[in-house]
């Protein structure tokens, strides 16, 4: 399970990747993750990763708070 409440992301130039963004897939879900460049796509990937710290919010894996 991966879930995102309420999840921001903004960059130290003032970008905001993401705005409160909030989701929820289940374990044995298969989902795809579209949309335009510049919509935030890498950046969910990165704070799956832990390559980003985000802002403000709230991301689990498992129901585990990866985010603090």
Do not use: C, H, W
């Not at 897939?25 to 949309?35: A, D, K, S």
């Not at 796509?41 to 708070?65: A, C, P, Y």
Request: hydrophobic residues 35%.
């Amino acid at each position: 399970m991966i879930e995102f409440k309420d999840v921001t992301l903004t960059y130290p130039n003032g970008t905001k990747a993401l705005d409160e963004i909030s989701f929820k897939i289940e374990r044995g879900e298969f989902v795809y993750l579209t949309g335009r460049s510049g919509a935030g796509k890498s950046s969910i990937m990165k704070l799956l990763m832990r390559e980003e710290n985000l802002t403000n919010g709230q991301v689990f894996v498992d129901s585990v708070e990866i985010s603090g």
